[in-house]
């Protein structure tokens, strides 16, 4: 299930991590975005509210949130990580032209760690799968 803001406060609180106008910002944008946004993003979206913010800020708040669980860290080769609200299992389709990513979820593929463990003998306790190819704008360019 995906946490929601109000729960995701009561559990920093609980923690007793302190919570700034700052941090619901950054969680706001990963929230309200559906294009797993890099932290310079993140921070180009907030800085107008928060001139004396730094992007370290925003990378420091984004590993926070991502080793209490809140967000998942997506790093793909040499480009920039990318952070995704979503914790739920799921998937991703990425253009391989722009880079756009896109969430799926198969229900099919759930069953991959038990599969993984009984062929290899290991105790699996995660997997990540990617897909790559053009998205619909990509392919209209080249229809183009």
Known sequence: MTATLNSIIDSLKQKNIRITPQRIAILEVLIQSKNHP????????????????????????????????????MSYGDSASRFDFTTELHYHAICSKCGKITDF????????????????????????????????????????
């Open 38 to 73: 890099t932290a310079e993003e993140v921070y180009k979206q907030i800085e107008v509210d928060f001139p004396g913010m730094s992007v370290a800020t925003v990378y420091n708040n984004l590993r926070l949130f991502t080793d209490l669980g809140f967000v998942t860290e």
């Open 105 to 144: 979820h198969y229900p099919n593929l759930d069953d991959i760690e038990i599969a993984a463990s009984r062929l290899t003998g290991y105790k699996i306790d995660s997997h990540r799968l990617e897909v790559y190819g053009l998205c619909p704008a990509c392919q209209k360019e080249v229809v183009e």
